[in-house]
């Protein structure tokens, strides 16, 4: 679960923030990522199979979009400053906790 964080940690390209702007303020873009979001809460939680799992991957993916939003839309300086390894560090005690298992180091 956590070779994930990487790719929503890194720099979004430019063509991606339009769509993340638009997600909060226009409801065909905000159907769009809620599609998108729910394809990925359907793949994660096939990997988490208890029977939370399903909330246990939308609040893996909720954390990836908001470090995500914080890192690259509103450009908050901790998380603007911090390279992905540090966020990656930091978190994975939570996504442990969440996927119920130890995860390998990045």
């Known amino acids: 679960m956590l070779s994930i964080v990487g790719v929503k ?12 702007r638009s997600t909060f303020t226009h409801p065909e ?6 599609a998108a979001m729910t394809r990925q809460v359907e ?3 096939a ?9 246990r991957a939308a609040l893996i993916l909720a954390i990836l979009f908001g470090v995500s ?4 839309l509103i ?8 390279t ?3 966020i990656t560090r930091l978190l994975r005690p939570c996504f442990e906790a969440l996927t119920g298992q130890a995860a390998p180091e990045a």
């Not at 990997?47 to 909330?55: F, K, V």
């Not at 939003?69 to 690259?72: L, W, Y």
């Not at 450009?75 to 911090?82: I, K, N, T």
């Open 69 to 72: 939003t914080g890192r690259n």
């Open 84 to 86: 992905p390894e540090q």
């Open 47 to 55: 990997a988490l199979p208890d029977e939370d799992g399903e909330l």
């Open 75 to 82: 450009e908050l300086g901790p998380l603007r400053d911090a």
């Open 9 to 20: 940690l890194g720099e979004l390209p430019q063509t991606s923030l339009p769509l993340l």
């Open 29 to 34: 873009a905000t159907e769009r990522m809620r």
């Open 43 to 45: 793949q994660a939680s």
